[in-house]
């Protein structure tokens, strides 16, 4: 069974910093680049981060350049997103994605449940 487990949000006050955990199971979690997407009330899921395969790219959303860093540790199945600078905007409910192409044109998609982060006063 395919699990990620996302964990680490929370609330905090502006300028201080998360890290935020996503666990993996169930699949090859090397073979597959990650993810992290966050999505604020009544707006769009938005793309926050992605590592590839062996961690050795990295892309960020413009919001999130130079705050927060994606990771990954093959060994452990699991992906992080360590946020500083925190600011009332990156509110949201942050998910962990793994996807890879399955060569027929689609892909293998998976989701987290999902962990809110809150920053505010």
């Known amino acids: 069974q395919v699990q990620l487990v996302e964990s680490g949000g929370g609330l905090v006050q502006p300028g201080g910093s998360l890290r935020l955990s996503c666990a993996a199971s169930?699949?090859?979690?090397?073979?597959?680049?990650m993810r992290w997407y966050r999505q604020a009330p009544g707006k769009e899921r938005e793309l926050v981060a992605l590592?590839?395969?062996?961690?050795?790219?990295?892309i960020y959303a413009d919001s999130a350049k130079g705050r927060f860093t994606i990771s990954r540790d093959n060994a452990k199945n699991t992906v992080y997103l360590q946020m500083n600078s925190l600011k009332p905007e990156d509110t949201a409910v942050y998910y962990c994605?793994?996807?890879?192409?399955?060569?027929?044109?689609?892909?293998?998609?998976?989701w987290g449940q999902g962990t809110q982060v809150t920053v505010s006063l």
């Open positions: 169930g699949f090859t979690f090397s073979i597959y680049a």
């Open positions: 590592i590839t395969i062996a961690g050795g790219s990295t």
């Open positions: 994605n793994a996807r890879r192409p399955d060569g027929l044109g689609s892909a293998y998609d998976y």
